[in-house]
């Protein structure tokens, strides 16, 4: 990629739109040291062939900006900036490749253009298998096997059935690899495709999780009130896949969603 | 009629895809969950199909559903609930007393389309107590 290709030829309307905010952090601790972006973001995107998790493969031509980060607007760059912005732009690809810290309705958006058809399965395909292979999921061969059959059925019912969100699966993985414990649940489609899972022993200890991108969820729990636990308490809400554990935990949940600790008090 | 409340002594079919179902083919939330942008969750009103038959009532369902061009799969299957027990179950356990509505809302080609409404606000946590509420399933396909 050359300085040129990176910001001076004002990325067109397309373009900008499919801008994506990187790594704040890691560009103010490694590249800049201008203070006038002190409020704004590096932004990369790229055009060429990404590969099946919508990653930019090498040869793809990669861009770079910054973006207000308080709002969606571009701003232009000075031409002083642009070798930093390279910089910026190159040292981030590499961290972009190895870890998932972009909107991945984005990601998505920027890969290859395919058939309609054919492209959210070519990638759901390998991200499945990409779980069947991923240490971190302890039941990683009968997740992979259950999202097979979700695409094969969503395949088989569509239009009614979207297929599995892609952003939503990568939620998914994302919660089960930082939450080992938990059994295995309950892993279904909604309408729109994405993933919701759940645990469930009986009308007063229900959890549900839908995973609304590689961020968002939304939650659902029927749980004994934990004051006057002849009651059930149900709640609803949403929040990051990150905190979800930690709102619930009043509820108890993890004692019927975890391996240890199966019974109830008394059992 | 359109817009007229279904009787709470009568029942409803919900058809449940394959997707939606758990593996075991048990019905979950997920099939009583809103597409986005949709209004009302569709079901169709079996009485009006035919009085005490369901074997004739479930036919009806899947001649309307196929014939509105709807895709029955394979593992889909067909929830039967009843209205009142529904709508009593919600208004005893949701947070709001949440009184739904049921309603009738026919179309040409499927003349018992039927309507939840009033599902929202959380969409999800009423779906996951519809979801209770389901009496027994049968094949889409038949």
């Not at chain 1, 979207?162 to 309950?186: C, D, E």
Request: charged content about 25%; aromatic content about 6%; hydrophobic content about 35%.
């Amino acid at each position: 990629m050359s300085a040129g290709e990176t910001v001076a030829t004002s990325p067109d309307a397309t373009i900008i739109s499919r801008l994506i905010p990187l790594d704040y952090d890691y560009y103010r601790r490694n590249v800049s040291t201008h203070s006038h972006e002190a409020s704004m973001v590096p932004c990369m995107s790229y055009r060429g062939s990404g590969d099946s998790l919508g990653h930019p493969q090498p040869g793809s031509a990669l861009w770079g900006d910054f973006r207000q980060s308080d709002g969606p607007s571009t701003a232009p760059v000075e031409a002083e900036t642009i070798k930093e912005i390279s910089a910026a732009v190159a040292g981030i690809a590499s961290i972009w490749c190895r870890e998932s810290k972009t909107s991945d309705y984005l990601r998505q958006s920027l890969s290859p253009p395919t058939t309609a058809t054919n492209r959210p399965e070519e990638s759901l395909s390998g991200l499945v298998e990409s779980i069947r292979r991923d240490p971190r999921l302890r039941f990683r061969e009968r997740l992979g096997t259950r999202l097979a059959r979700l695409i094969e059925i969503s395949r088989e019912e569509q239009p009614e059935q979207a297929p599995p969100a892609l952003a939503s699966v990568r939620g998914l993985i994302a919660f089960l690899a930082a939450n080992q414990g938990l059994k295995y649940p309950t892993v279904v489609l909604t309408p729109d495709g994405n993933v919701r899972v759940e645990w469930r022993q009986g009308r007063d200890r229900h959890f549900a999780i839908e995973f609304l991108n590689d961020i968002d969820v939304r939650f659902v729990v029927f749980a004994s009130d934990p004051k006057r636990p002849y009651k059930v308490a149900r709640v609803a809400g949403q929040a990051s896949l990150d905190s979800v554990m930690t709102l619930v935990a009043p509820y108890r949940v993890r004692d019927w969603s975890a391996e240890q600790d199966e019974k109830r008090p008394g059992e | 009629m359109k817009g007229d409340a279904i009787p709470d002594g009568d029942h409803i079919a919900r058809l449940c895809g394959g997707a939606r179902l758990d593996e075991d083919g048990h019905v979950t939330g997920a099939c009583f969950l809103l597409r986005a942008k949709e209004e009302y969750l569709s079901v169709n009103w079996l009485e009006l199909l035919a009085r005490n038959d369901r074997a004739a009532q479930l036919a009806g369902v899947r001649q309307a559903l196929s014939g509105k061009g709807m895709m029955l799969g394979s593992s889909a299957r067909l929830a039967v609930l009843s209205v009142g027990e529904m709508r009593d179950h919600i208004r005893r356990e949701s947070r709001d007393a949440r009184a739904l509505r049921v309603r009738h809302e026919p179309e040409p080609n499927d003349p018992s389309h039927t309507g939840i409404f009033d599902l929202e606000p959380d969409a999800d946590l009423i779906a996951d107590l519809i979801a209770e509420t389901v009496r027994e399933t049968f094949p889409a396909r038949g």
